[in-house]
């Protein structure tokens, strides 16, 4: 079993649709991460968290530490949207990496 | 502010033969990270370098190895290629350093190809 679980795997939206994606992890974390990424493979980092919740513009991150899982929510999807959505936690010393959410938002 | 920058962004090499990758972090991170996404393995951690030393190493053969300079940029070589070492390598900085769970900025990427 993968120490970073993520679901679904793929996933296709209309635009405007609301967007989760999920996040399990078994390991102890001191934070995790949410990350981008576009075709063409840059990666930018869209949320750190550690506890709580996080908002920047329509992206909401969640984080429940007891439950060991992370939600990323995407309101009022747009095609621009479409990408590898991985989830990264921080164990000890280093970076674990899910293997990715691949979003389609079609128009 | 000037991003991360990897250079090449693409290289094609042969089985045996080594290869040296760079990345410049942004101005005033001395954190730098190294990871190789594969599509059969995703991204794996290879190692992290802090103010020119090594501060932690993922699960890689001692084929790859590191760096970093007094200015922070890093290097990573791989010695005797093998095929599966085709992937990209992306390098990201951090002002703290994923110890203490700074934000990542990332780097485009080295597209790798080993034939």
């Known amino acids: 079993k993968n120490e970073v679980e993520q679901s679904p795997q793929n996933l296709t939206a209309q635009e405007g649709e609301f967007i989760t994606i999920n996040c399990s992890y078994s390991v102890g974390i001191s934070a995790l991460h949410w990350l981008q990424q576009h075709p063409g493979g840059g990666i930018v980092s869209l949320f750190m968290?550690?506890?709580g919740k996080k908002k920047h513009g329509r992206l909401i991150a969640t984080i429940n530490i007891q439950e060991k899982h992370s939600s990323l929510h995407i309101t009022a999807s747009h095609p621009r949207d479409s990408a590898v959505y991985i989830c990264?936690?921080?164990?000890?010393?280093?970076?674990?990496f899910g293997t990715g959410t691949r979003l389609q938002v079609f128009p | 502010k000037a991003g991360v920058t990897q250079t090449p962004r693409y290289l094609i090499k042969t089985r045996g033969q080594q290869v040296t990758l760079s990345c410049s972090p942004i101005?005033?991170?001395?954190?730098v990270s190294w990871y190789q996404q594969t599509p059969g393995q995703g991204l794996q951690f290879l190692f992290e370098y802090f103010s020119e030393t090594q501060r932690n190493k993922g699960n890689f053969p001692g084929r790859f190895s590191g760096r970093q300079f007094s200015n922070s940029r890093s290097e990573m070589n791989v010695s005797t290629l093998e095929l599966g070492d085709s992937a990209l390598y992306l390098c990201a900085s951090s002002f703290l350093g994923t110890a203490n769970t700074g934000e990542l900025f990332f780097g485009e990427g080295s597209r790798l190809t080993v034939l």
């Open positions: 968290l550690s506890s």
């Open positions: 990264a936690v921080k164990d000890t010393d280093k970076l674990i």
């Open positions: 101005s005033g991170h001395r954190s």
